[in-house]
Structure formats: C-alpha cells, structure tokens
C-alpha cells in the first residue's frame, strides 16, 4: 500500500546501478496494494521514493550507504550543518584549482574516516558522502538546499512510516 497523504521524497544521492529511469516499467510490475515493501537493493532510494510505501525494510550491500541513511534519520539537522558547512567551504575557493583541491581534501577526509570506521555514525561523514556524490569530475557542486529540504520528507518515511533499515 502507498501513501499519498503528503509529498513524495526524492532520492538524495544519485547511486550507481539506479532504477530512477525504471520507474515506469517497475511501476506497471507492482500490484496495486501492498501491505509491506521490501528493497533489498536501495542505493539512491528512486522506487522506495516513487512508490512511497507506508510500510517498508530498506537495505543495501554498501555498508556506508546505508549509515548515511541511518545517520539523517539519526541526525538530520546535524547531516545538513554538516553539508552546508562543506558547500560553504567549497564556496570560499576562488579558483577551479582551489576547489579541486579541496575536493580531494574531502575525498581523502571521507576515506580515511572509513579507513578507521567502516560504518558511517556521524553527521560529518554522511554530509561527506552526500557532497562527493553531488561533485562530478569537473568540481562543480550541486546546490545542498534540495537535498536539506528533502530530508524532512525522507525522515517521515522512514521514521514514522515503520522504515526499518537493516544492513
């Protein structure tokens, strides 16, 4: 079963192997009622945003994902502090050669926090995953606000919604 007592959540990252141009078809596949979905595979959350379940378990195999899931649940405003501090950041740098640096800076702050931790529990490096899948290899930066003002949508479904996130 759907809800369609508020406005859908749109995925906050784009993920490798996404469904987003799916949709269509896994749509027409569904049955129309459903008492419980499942996503064994969530990456970007494109389908579980469409279908917009009233009952559902989310789970992907990438374990930083799914803390980065579990951190805005967690943590939501901490999350966007987090992303508008790095935009601010990224922002500050003048040059293309200043941004790309930091860019790697980032880079290398995210991996060596997995390096010590494998599991994402933190506001900061789940802002981090957000901001370095928003960068494309030309160190252009999307705009966080959408993101930051999706969060409250992602947050009900997947708080008060019965979301459960299992990894």
Known sequence: MTNTNFQKPVPVIKWAGGKRQLIPQITKMMPEEFNKYYEPFFGGGAVFCELTPVSATINDFNKQLVGMYKQIKADPDGVC???????????????????????????????????????????????????????????FIESMLQECTMFPLLIEKISKLMIEIIS
């Open 81 to 139: 502090a987090a992303l508008f501090d790095l935009q601010r950041q990224y922002n500050e740098k003048e040059t293309m050669e200043e941004k790309d640096a930091l860019y790697y800076e980032f880079r290398k702050s995210f991996n060596d926090y997995l390096a010590n931790d494998a599991d994402i529990k933190y506001s900061l490096p789940a802002a981090l995953l957000i901001f370095l899948n928003k960068a494309d290899s030309m160190g």
